[in-house]
């Protein structure tokens, strides 16, 4: 009785709409990467953030039967706060409403505002799965067709005449063009299909050339709980286990301002693959069946690669080989074009997982295979003497994860056919509902060949590195908190830019307050140390010298009301190598509102860089769907306007437009020519413009 009194209390002051549950917000991808993932850099895989998130807004999970896992993958909830709601829920039964989130111990107004787009509640007919497939498919509302546009307004070298015919040019317009179409029901299915053409591609019908209209083709299709079967997936696919040190799928967060949830990787299994993106994805089927309390995941997948085919016997007795597999996807010219699908990646394998009944612990084992048409051989040099030769690869790992009361327990190890060995384990924890704490310790040895895997490290590949990270949260107050974290790494052999063994630290501290709903404030310093080989002033010697990146950050949002938002942004950072000091700033503007069926998004931003070290990153406001974040070095103007118009429920319009004024003719302008960039990109002139349109219809 006074379960359902508080209840009727809370909707009765905490609402102010006549409706039974709080409205979902329309999330803003962007300022909830930004909050939680505040560190940029062109090594991160930011549109499979943009994949994951959007995956669980468009299919929110209920949280009434959503487990340990689930909800710890949605990077907002501490270990207690889990902990906490899976109590409430056992004790008191399902959640009749999600205004009920605030009688859940240590579930503070701010938490449920983040979690509330990736949530809800849901009775009766749990998951809508009734009828039939087809009928359910018709008339799901969850579904949408983008169609996108965008090109660089300025003329690029690679798209001008050339007189002479052993100089390479685009082979296609500037326009790139890009759609997709998905419709999807949590636990019931997703359907899908996405087409692109970058720019300066043909679109063309060609088959002798692997020409088929647009560039890019993929689909999918996803069916869950068909009886034993938990997942079936036909198409192109991923695939996410243990700590993703063998498959590691999708979006990775790693070190971040949110140093606790973040560190650990979830077991999510298959999951559908809709993106534009042309690598880190199967083809092929793969299923998981659920045999009392084991799920049983066997898989295959055929893909043809990008590469260039070489048959140089210098270095070795293969008659043909590749160096790499390209995986931009870009194939703009003769080069390019004839690089394409060159090679077959066939791979297949399974993966067991066992789920105690009391979801306190998860045991698993993973084997995978991988065969190439050609082999891989990279011309051998100093640093790369240890990696993978051949055409064909497996490994074999096993990982756990296991819970007690508030610590979450969790590693992987897995060997290649090398004998290379790769672990990474680890812990988080709640001391308390004020301070969490997380460390994770990583061994790849420098051998050890993982095609697919994506775990914690410093490196962009887990190969070559040992490290220590230790993670901090205080949040003493439902205003403001503190974060940071220290991670100490080492390389045990050479690596590029480092020809002998190195090491280097990496730390970070973020302040955040929020005095009100509408302000947010927060400060943060990070600072990255390297070592990397410079040459002594006559250049016969050669020594290790650390270089040492720090990074400040200071940066304020203001809701102002009635559909007006600012922010404000100030990034400097400085740039120490054997005694060379360089540095970097940036100073940004937002202004963000709404009239009527419009909103309007706008930035200026100002950039002086030294150099390219110093390069500066910030996120912007991009179409839906989209990812934008630019690296800007030298001295620049960047400014940009986004209007979305929503005509109806049904339909959308997204117009973007963007443009980077260089001032610095001395150091990013070509002084000779007055360009900017290099090769096919060069641009005659000081600015670079892009403009991009979008449109999503539902149906």
């Known amino acids: 009785m006074y379960r359902w009194l508080s209840i009727l209390l809370l909707v009765f002051f905490c609402s102010k709409v006549y409706a039974q549950e709080p409205i979902r917000p329309e999330i803003d991808l962007q300022d909830f990467a930004e909050t939680l993932f505040q560190i940029q850099d062109e090594d991160i895989n930011y549109e499979d953030l943009y994949e994951s998130l959007l995956l669980l807004y468009s299919n929110p999970l209920n949280i009434n039967r959503a487990t340990r896992e689930e909800l710890s993958s949605l990077y907002v909830l501490s270990v207690v706060q889990v ?24 579930f503070d107004p701010f938490t449920i505002r983040q979690i509330l787009p990736f949530v809800e509640v849901r009775i009766g007919d749990e998951y809508g799965t009734s009828g039939t497939l087809i009928d359910r498919i018709l008339r799901e509302k969850n579904n ?27 082979l296609g317009s500037p326009l790139k063009m890009y759609g997709r179409f998905r419709t999807s029901h949590s636990k019931d299915f997703s359907l899908g299909f996405t087409f692109e053409k970058d720019a300066g591609e043909q679109f063309k019908w060609n088959p002798d050339k692997k020409q088929f209209g647009f560039d890019y083709y993929s689909a999918h299709f996803l069916k869950e709980n068909v009886g034993n079967f938990k997942k079936i ?30 560190v650990k990787r979830s077991s999510s299994g298959i999951k559908a693959y809709s993106s534009a993106l042309e690598s880190g994805f199967m083809r092929g089927a793969a299923l998981t ?56 990646e066939r791979i297949f394998g399974a993966n067991i997982l066992y789920k105690k009944p009391s979801n306190d612990l998860q045991l698993g084992l993973t084997y995978l295979n991988i065969d190439y048409s050609l082999p891989l051989f990279k011309k051998p040099n100093n640093y790369n003497q240890f990696e993978f030769q051949g055409s064909n690869n497996y490994n074999l790992g096993g990982f756990f994860n296991y819970n007690w009361q508030n610590f979450v327990f969790f590693g992987e190890g897995a060997i290649s ?40 490290g410093e490196g962009t590949r887990n190969i070559n590195e040992k490290g220590i990270y230790w993670g ?15 991670d100490r790494f080492s390389f045990p052999w050479l690596k590029f830019r480092a020809e002998s063994p190195s090491e280097g630290f990496e730390y970070l501290m973020r302040f955040n307050y929020r005095p009100t709903r509408s302000i947010l404030l927060y400060g943060q310093f990070r600072s990255e140390a390297k070592e990397l080989t ?80 110093n390069r500066q990153y910030m996120y912007e406001k991009n179409v839906l769907y989209a990812f934008a974040i630019q690296g800007i070095s030298g001295q620049a103007i960047r400014n940009y306007l986004m209007i979305q118009y929503k005509h109806s429920k049904k339909i959308n319009v997204w117009i973007r437009y963007a443009r980077t004024s260089f001032q610095d003719s001395q150091r990013i302008v070509n002084a000779e020519s007055s360009s900017i960039g290099s090769g096919l990109s060069e641009i005659a002139g000081n600015k670079r413009s892009e403009v991009k349109m979008q449109v999503r219809f539902r149906f």
């Open 534 to 613: 410079v040459n002594t002033d006559d250049g016969n010697l050669s020594r290790l010298e650390q270089g040492l990146k720090r990074s400040y950050l200071f940066n304020m949002n203001y809701d102002i009301g009635r559909g007006f938002s600012l922010k404000s942004r100030i990034q400097f950072s400085d740039y120490n190598l054997a005694g060379t000091k360089t540095k970097g700033m940036a100073i940004a503007q937002d202004l963000n509102f709404d009239i009527t069926k419009f909103k309007f998004s706008t930035r200026i931003a100002i950039v002086d860089t030294d150099d390219f070290e």
């Open 233 to 262: 997936a036909v198409g192109d696919y991923q695939m996410q286990f243990g700590q993703g040190l063998l498959l590691g799928a999708g979006f990775n967060p790693g070190k971040g301002s949110e140093t606790i949830t973040t």
């Open 417 to 456: 056919k090398s004998g290379g060995v790769g672990m990474v384990g680890g812990f988080i924890s709640s001391l308390s509902p004020i301070v969490s704490i997380s460390m994770v310790l990583r061994n790849y040895q420098k051998d050890f060949h993982t095609f697919y895997g994506n775990a914690f």
């Open 289 to 344: 069946y659920r045999l009392n309390n084991f799920d049983i995941t066997p898989f295959y997948s055929q893909l043809n690669q990008d590469a260039s085919i070489k048959n140089d016997t210098t270095y070795t007795n293969f008659d043909e080989y590749i160096s790499s597999i390209q995986q931009t996807g870009m194939h703009r010219t003769s080069t390019e074009l004839g690089n394409k699908k060159v090679i077959n």
């Open 83 to 106: 902990n906490d709601l899976l109590n409430y829920i056992k004790q008191n039964g399902d959640l009749v409403s999600l205004y009920e989130l605030q009688s859940v111990p240590g």
């Open 144 to 170: 949408y067709l983008l169609l996108r546009t965008e090109r660089i307004l300025e003329t690029q070298k690679g798209y001008t005449a050339s007189s002479d015919p052993e100089d390479s040019r685009y």
């Open 472 to 486: 901090l949260k205080i949040t003493p107050s439902r205003k403001y908190f503190f974060t940071a974290y220290y």
